[in-house]
């Protein structure tokens, strides 16, 4: 059954995770010939949902934390459902294409596997994707908020992390792959939205649980020493996507 790591930072999340790069979008929708309906599973806050409704006639988006689909934009053709990864709740061969967005590695992968593949058409699609530590233009900045991520808040990552540091690599994955282009997030973004970005980790609001106090004041005051006063500094994060199709 999935965990859910995210509800105690739902607003963050909604506020200040990246969203995704349009191309991304256009490449799924080339996979498949139908464009009829779209599971979103994990969907969050909507970061893949909404570029997803522009691009299929409906879509579903199943989440098993209230707080994180309640900050999700309502759209006529996206209909949100609080459900596991696992028993999504829709018809057998009803889908044209599902996607998983950062979120794969907190599933139950054989139930979800068996789930997806009850779900999807012939020839739909398949398609997982991810991103792990960002890199920031700054090589001092860089190096600051590595340490944080490391030492600061290191403890406090569920173990599942690893998987999203291995690229999702050594996962199963029981469906025909197909060849994937590459694409990274990019964003210009000021010292506050990074650091609204970083209270958004899980590892983050764990530390807090633990400890009674924001492990990222700290480093928001390293930061302000280094960072160029009144400037957006470029951040990308290398974008890890796994594609298949059904027979």
Not at 126 to 134: D, E, I, Q, S, T
Not at 150 to 156: A, I
Request: glycine share 6%; with cysteine.
């Amino acid at each position: 059954m999935s965990a859910d790591h995210f509800s105690a930072v739902a607003g963050q999340y909604a506020a200040f995770r990246p969203d995704y790069p349009p191309a991304l979008f256009d490449w799924l929708a080339s996979l498949v010939q139908q464009h009829e309906l779209a599971w979103d599973c994990g969907a969050g806050s909507g970061q893949a949902t909404v570029p997803l409704a522009e691009r299929f006639a409906h879509v579903v988006a199943t989440d098993i934390s209230t707080a994180q689909l309640g900050g999700a934009p309502a759209l006529p053709n996206v209909t949100y459902r609080i459900a596991p990864a696992e028993d999504g709740g829709l018809p057998d061969a009803s889908c044209d294409l599902v996607t998983v967005a950062q979120a794969m590695h907190w599933f139950n992968l054989p139930q979800f596997y068996a789930e997806v593949q009850r779900v999807l058409k012939p020839q739909g699609a398949f398609v997982a994707w991810g991103y792990n530590r960002l890199l920031v233009q700054d090589a001092k900045i860089q190096t600051a908020v590595d340490r944080f991520y490391r030492e600061t808040v290191g403890p406090y990552w569920p173990p599942e992390r690893v998987i999203v540091e291995s690229g999702y690599r050594d996962l199963p994955f029981p469906f025909a792959r197909l060849t994937t282009p590459s694409f990274s997030l990019e964003k210009n973004w000021p010292l506050e939205h990074l650091t609204g970005y970083l209270r958004s980790w899980s590892a983050v609001a764990r530390y807090q649980a633990a400890n009674g106090h924001d492990p990222v004041a700290l480093l928001a005051q390293e930061l302000a020493a280094l960072w160029p006063q009144g400037q957006s500094l470029a951040i990308e994060w290398p974008l890890f996507v796994h594609a298949g199709k059904m027979d």
